[in-house]
């Protein structure tokens, strides 16, 4: 019964890979955009934005219409799109007049995927009949860790061994993965995670307060996730003095590697764990870790910092889901929809924050992190309440 739905993990597995595909390979080429297009800096930082934009928007159309639609379709749909995009990224900026037009145009193409799969995914998962449900959401998120730091590796050694100037044919390279997993989707067996018309509609979870204390827990893990990994770069090269390919490779690189440890410890150990103790210690390593980035004098102490805090926010968006669902098991789509769409906030606004911050200081990054430990505190705060708010309401029956 079990082995059937291996094919289903295998999908969603390369689905959370192209996810990371998505969201890390044209940061990468910001500089290389910005030098060989003429593009100024401050339009090259829109592209970050609009990509998590369109996942935001994806993620409220997909509460809606998914359903309707239905998960297999919506799933072939979003790795096409996400092979489209990422094929167009390599191709429309010479084709256009305006290339940063072709770069946008690519970006929302690939975005509409990525925001797809981060949605249908994890209720995928939750629907196919595993023991510990919680485990395998660990597990299943882990593989966009693992996808991050292979977009890095990979992409460094590329241009390494073949040029920064060929970074057209990785792009068409990446596109092989969504390509391949088109078919990975059409065929495994998925399970409808409720009966069809009795998943919860969206004004009926915002009645219920611990799906908006969950709410407020997935920004401030996407805020603390994304305002480190997306900084940690910037922070090795000025706290180390280190060069541009190292500085990724310690920073986002490392945060990544350790992301996935804490995600893949919970997806192997997790039926012998306590799920809230291990988010509230999480959470607390999680503040740490930015305090040391912030007011430490030494800068391996600082880094540090930077990498454990990776391991210390792996849990908080699987595992916020993973007690949304078993609490409120009639949410399905909607639910996993609108979480996602709140982490996306926080991952869009977080990094924003730290960067003002930071400019306002005189460029001071450790400035900008002590205000980013904001969010893991607020962090602490949500899962005390949300203890409190799980004691009360044991199962949610299901209802429109």
């Known amino acids: 019964m079990i082995k059937k739905y291996k094919k289903t993990l295998a999908a969603c597995y390369l689905g959370f890979i192209t996810q990371a595909i998505a969201a890390n390979f044209a940061p990468l080429m910001f500089l290389k955009f910005h030098n060989d297009y003429d593009i100024p800096l401050g339009k090259i930082a829109l592209i970050s934005a609009v990509f998590f934009l369109t996942q ?11 359903d309707r639609i239905g998960y297999r379709r919506c799933t072939v749909a979003s790795e096409l799109f996400a092979a489209m995009g990422l094929v167009g990224l390599a191709f429309l900026p010479d084709l256009l007049p305006d290339p940063f037009t ?3 145009i690519s970006v929302i193409v690939y975005a509409v995927g990525s925001g797809l799969i ?24 882990s593989f966009y860790c693992w996808g991050s730091v292979g977009v890095i590796l990979i992409s460094t050694i590329f241009f390494a061994v ?12 990446w596109a092989l993965i969504p390509l391949y997993n088109i078919f990975n989707f059409a065929v495994c067996p998925i399970e409808r995670p409720t009966e069809e018309g009795t998943g919860m509609k969206s004004g009926s979870l915002f009645r219920i307060p611990l799906f908006w204390i969950s709410i407020i827990l997935m920004i401030c893990a996407g805020a603390s996730e994304l305002s480190m990994a997306q ?7 000025s706290a180390l003095g280190l060069s541009k390919a190292a500085g990724d490779l310690a920073g986002p690189c490392m945060f990544a590697v350790t992301m996935g440890i804490s995600r893949v ?9 306590n799920l809230m103790k291990f988010m509230l210690g999480s959470s607390g390593l999680c503040l740490m870790c930015y305090i040391a980035a912030s007011i430490s004098n030494n800068s391996v102490a600082g880094l540090i910092g930077c990498i454990l805090c990776g391991f210390s926010v792996g849990i908080m968006w699987p595992g916020t889901i993973s007690i949304c669902s078993g609490q ?3 949410g399905v789509t909607a639910m996993f929809a609108l979480l996602a769409m709140a982490g996306d906030l926080g991952g869009a606004f977080g990094p924003s924050l730290v960067g003002n911050i930071t400019q306002n200081s005189g460029d001071n990054l450790q400035t900008g992190m002590l205000a980013g430990s904001l969010f893991p505190l607020v962090l602490i705060i949500s899962l005390l309440m949300l203890k409190g708010s799980s004691k009360k309401n044991i199962k949610i029956k299901e209802r429109e």
């Open 265 to 273: 410890i919970y997806g192997k150990y997790g039926g012998r764990l």
């Open 102 to 104: 072709g770069i946008m």
């Open 118 to 141: 981060e949605v249908l995914c994890s209720p995928i998962v939750e629907a196919c009949p595993f023991e510990h449900k919680e485990a395998a959401m660990s597990l299943l998120h």
């Open 231 to 237: 900084w940690a770069s910037a922070y090795a090269e």
């Open 162 to 173: 073949f040029g920064i100037d060929n970074w057209k044919w990785l792009a068409c390279i």
């Open 328 to 330: 409120i098991p009639a």
């Open 56 to 66: 935001l928007i994806v993620d409220v159309l997909c509460a809606q219409f998914a």
